[in-house]
C-alpha cells in the first residue's frame, strides 16, 4: 500500500525567511508519481508539480525549489523568501505511474507566513 | 481553458436527508475523479471514472453513495441518505488520461463544503 507522511502539521515562519516542508513517502511500485498541491483558503488544490520516480533531478521554479531523494524516500520542498501569499496548506501526494492513477495525499502542513 | 467546475460550493443539510454534487471536468480530460477532505486532512479518493466507465469505487460507501458519469463528461456524486461523519469538502478532479503517456496531472474544482447537522 501507498503512504505518504508530512510529519509537520504546521510551520509559521516570518516573511522573507526561507522554509522547507518535508515529505516521505512508502511504495511498493518502482515507478510512480510524486506531487505537490498548494491549498489556499480559498480551498481549491493548485497543482505546483509533478516528479517521476527515474527524474532525480532537482528542480526550482522562482522561489520554489524540490529535493528529490530516492534513498530516503523523501520529497522535500522548499520556498525561499517567503511571502504572505504563500499561506496555505500544501500537500504531498503520490500515484502509480499505471493502473489506477489515484492520487494518495499525505495529511498537509499548514504554512503560516507573517508579515 | 476553464478549470474543473463544482457545484454547489456550500450545502447545509440534515442528516438523513439526500444531497447531491455536480462536477464538469476539463474539457476533453477523459479522467474524472471524487475525493472526499476532512477537515485537517488530505483528500482521500471515493471513486474514478474513466471515460463513463467506473476504474475504482473501492472507497466508495456504496451503501449511502453513489455516482455517475453518463455521457463520459458531467458526473454527480449523491449522498442517500447523509449522516454526521459526511461532512467534509468534496473535490472533484481531472486529468487527460493518455495511455501509455507519462503526464497525467489531475487538476482540481474549487470543492463542495457539506455540512450535515
Known amino acids: 500500500a501507498q503512504k505518504v507522511t508530512q510529519a509537520q502539521t504546521e510551520i509559521s515562519v516570518v516573511e522573507k525567511e526561507d522554509v522547507t516542508l518535508d515529505c516521505v513517502y512508502e511504495t511498493r511500485d518502482t515507478t510512480y508519481y510524486l506531487f505537490w498541491y498548494k491549498q489556499p483558503p480559498s480551498g481549491e488544490l493548485v497543482f505546483l508539480i509533478r516528479r517521476n520516480s527515474f527524474d532525480e533531478q532537482n528542480e526550482i521554479s522562482g522561489r520554489y525549489s524540490w529535493n528529490f531523494q530516492k534513498s530516503t524516500s523523501s520529497f522535500n520542498f522548499t520556498i525561499t523568501a517567503s511571502q504572505v501569499v504563500d499561506s496555505a496548506v500544501y500537500f504531498c501526494?503520490?500515484?502509480?505511474?499505471?493502473?489506477?492513477?489515484?492520487?494518495?495525499f499525505g495529511s498537509g502542513t499548514r504554512l503560516q507566513v507573517q508579515p | 481553458e476553464a478549470g474543473v467546475a463544482q457545484s454547489p460550493r456550500y450545502k447545509i443539510i440534515e442528516k438523513r436527508q439526500s444531497v447531491a454534487f455536480w462536477c464538469n471536468p476539463i474539457s476533453g480530460h477523459a479522467t474524472l475523479y471524487w475525493y472526499q477532505q476532512i477537515l485537517g486532512q488530505g483528500p482521500k479518493l471515493l471513486i474514478q471514472f474513466q471515460n463513463n466507465g467506473v476504474v475504482d469505487d473501492s472507497q466508495l460507501p456504496k451503501d449511502r453513495f453513489s455516482a455517475e458519469r453518463l455521457k463520459g463528461v458531467d458526473s454527480t456524486l449523491k449522498i442517500q441518505p447523509a449522516k454526521l461523519e459526511d461532512s467534509a469538502v468534496y473535490l472533484c478532479a481531472s486529468s487527460l488520461r493518455q495511455i501509455a503517456s507519462s503526464t497525467d496531472t489531475q487538476y482540481f474544482g474549487p470543492g463542495t463544503r457539506l455540512t450535515v447537522l
Open positions: 501526494a503520490l500515484s502509480e505511474a499505471t493502473g489506477r492513477r489515484a492520487l494518495t
